[in-house]
């Protein structure tokens, strides 16, 4: 029998998913925090952004260390190698992604068991819940859609 995943194992595979579908670097950086922590394998794609921030980072320092009297290493550098430009906010990012998450978990929890809500129903409740409007709701909804339809193993398009 297959062992389940870990939730721990869970928790990395969805922060992977989350910085492969929006490059957050945020998601990047916690999913190697947590995978060291845990002593779970670093996924290569988190691997590969950890290593292309520090060579971003390390450019004033190798310059530095090679002789460079002008080099200095400057907190707008840092913030612009791990993606905080203006009006994006990785932090942010990473609770929308989670809290997309719970809002789509949930609507299946509402609408799936026997006695389930009608689809209209569970996204009035989630809308109120999450205090968000119905058509936010919906639009959360249906992106996870395609993103479920594109990657679902059981799907033949033909």
Known sequence: MTKLPSAQELELSELTGIFLETCNP?????????????????????????????????KPALAAWQGDRRAKIEAKAVAQAWGCTRGKEPAEGLLLSRRNSDIVCNYWEKVRPADGLRPTDAI????????????????????SRKVFDKNDPARFDG
Do not use: C, G, M, Q
């Open 26 to 58: 945020a998601a990047a950086w916690l999913a190697y925090h947590l995978a060291r922590k845990h002593n779970l394998p670093v996924p290569d794609i988190i691997t590969a952004e950890i290593d292309r921030f520090a060579a971003e980072v390390a």
């Open 124 to 143: 009035a409740e989630l809308a109120n819940e999450y205090n968000l409007s119905h058509k936010e709701v919906e639009r959360i909804l249906t992106a």
